[in-house]
C-alpha cells in the first residue's frame, strides 16, 4: 500500500525537485501539496507549485491550498539569492492548462492538513520543506486534528555544520523560529524527523 502523504512546501528550486520525485514514486500517494510563504513570497511559491503540478500532470487530482504569507513573528526573509527571484532559477516553465489535475482548496493550508489528517488518521505523513508556519498554526487551531497524522518529517535545523543563512541558523528555522518552538514544545506524539 502506497504511504499517503502532505507537502507542505515554499517552492524553491530544491521543493520542486521534491514533488516530482514524490509524485513519480511508486512508494507515495500524495494527497495534498501545501504552500508556506518561505523562498519566495506565497503568492509566487502558489504559482510555482501549479507550474510544476502541470509538468507533473498527476493523475490522483490532489488537493492544493495557500497557507501562511508571513511567518508568526518577525521579519520576512526570502532565498532569492539561492533560488531566484521566482523561487525556480529563473527556468522558463511555461504553465499549461492542466487545472483539472488537482483540486483547489478553499480553505487555509493549516485546514486542509487536519481535516485531512482526521479523514485518514495514523495513515498520513506530513512531509514540510519549508519554514514551519502552518504546521504551527495547524497544532494552534486544532491540535487534535494534527495528532492524526503519523508522522511528521520537516527539512529544518542544522547540528555539526554551519547553518546556511548565519553561521548557526538554517534558512526554514531562521524564517519562523516562533513557529518552529512551537512545533518542537508541543509534545506531539507522532514521530518527527529532521533532515
Same mark, same amino acid.
Given at each position: 500500500? $502506497?504511504?499517503?502523504?502532505?507537502?507542505?512546501?515554499?517552492? +524553491?528550486?530544491?521543493?520542486?525537485?521534491?514533488?516530482? @520525485? /514524490?509524485?513519480?514514486?511508486?512508494?507515495? %500517494?500524495?494527497? /495534498?501539496?501545501?504552500?508556506?510563504?518561505? %523562498?519566495?513570497?506565497?503568492?509566487?511559491?502558489?504559482? %510555482?507549485?501549479?507550474?510544476?503540478? !502541470?509538468?507533473?500532470?498527476?493523475?490522483?487530482?490532489?488537493?492544493?491550498?495557500?497557507?501562511?504569507?508571513?511567518?508568526?513573528?518577525?521579519?520576512?526573509?526570502?532565498? *532569492?539569492?539561492? *533560488?531566484? !527571484?521566482?523561487?525556480? +532559477?529563473? =527556468?522558463?516553465?511555461?504553465?499549461?492548462?492542466?487545472?483539472?489535475?488537482?483540486?483547489?482548496?478553499?480553505?487555509? =493550508?493549516?485546514?486542509?492538513?487536519? $481535516?485531512?489528517?482526521?479523514?485518514?488518521?495514523?495513515?498520513?505523513?506530513?512531509?514540510?520543506?519549508?519554514? @514551519?508556519?502552518?504546521?504551527?498554526?495547524?497544532? $494552534?487551531?486544532?491540535?487534535? &486534528?494534527?495528532?492524526?497524522?503519523?508522522?511528521? !518529517?520537516?527539512? &529544518?535545523?542544522?547540528?555539526?555544520?554551519?547553518?546556511?543563512?548565519?553561521?548557526? /541558523?538554517?534558512? %526554514?528555522?531562521?524564517?519562523?523560529?516562533?513557529? /518552529?518552538?512551537?512545533?518542537?514544545? !508541543?509534545?506531539?506524539?507522532?514521530?518527527?524527523?529532521? &533532515?
Amino acid at each position: 500500500m $502506497k504511504k499517503r502523504i502532505i507537502i507542505d512546501c515554499d517552492v +524553491g528550486v530544491d521543493d520542486a525537485l521534491a514533488l516530482i @520525485l /514524490a509524485f513519480h514514486s511508486p512508494e507515495l %500517494n500524495v494527497e /495534498a501539496v501545501t504552500g508556506v510563504n518561505g %523562498n519566495v513570497p506565497l503568492n509566487q511559491v502558489f504559482e %510555482n507549485i501549479r507550474k510544476v503540478l !502541470s509538468l507533473i500532470q498527476p493523475q490522483n487530482k490532489p488537493f492544493v491550498a495557500k497557507g501562511a504569507d508571513k511567518p508568526l513573528k518577525g521579519k520576512t526573509v526570502y532565498a *532569492h539569492s539561492v *533560488h531566484g !527571484s521566482d523561487g525556480l +532559477g529563473g =527556468a522558463k516553465i511555461e504553465r499549461k492548462e492542466a487545472e483539472g489535475r488537482w483540486q483547489l482548496y478553499p480553505g487555509r =493550508a493549516d485546514e486542509l492538513i487536519t $481535516k485531512m489528517a482526521r479523514r485518514y488518521p495514523d495513515e498520513l505523513t506530513l512531509i514540510a520543506t519549508g519554514p @514551519l508556519t502552518n504546521v504551527a498554526l495547524g497544532l $494552534k487551531k486544532d491540535p487534535e &486534528g494534527m495528532k492524526k497524522l503519523k508522522e511528521v !518529517s520537516i527539512m &529544518g535545523g542544522v547540528v555539526r555544520a554551519k547553518g546556511n543563512i548565519t553561521p548557526h /541558523a538554517e534558512f %526554514n528555522i531562521f524564517s519562523d523560529p516562533l513557529a /518552529a518552538e512551537i512545533v518542537f514544545k !508541543s509534545g506531539w506524539a507522532c514521530d518527527i524527523e529532521v &533532515g
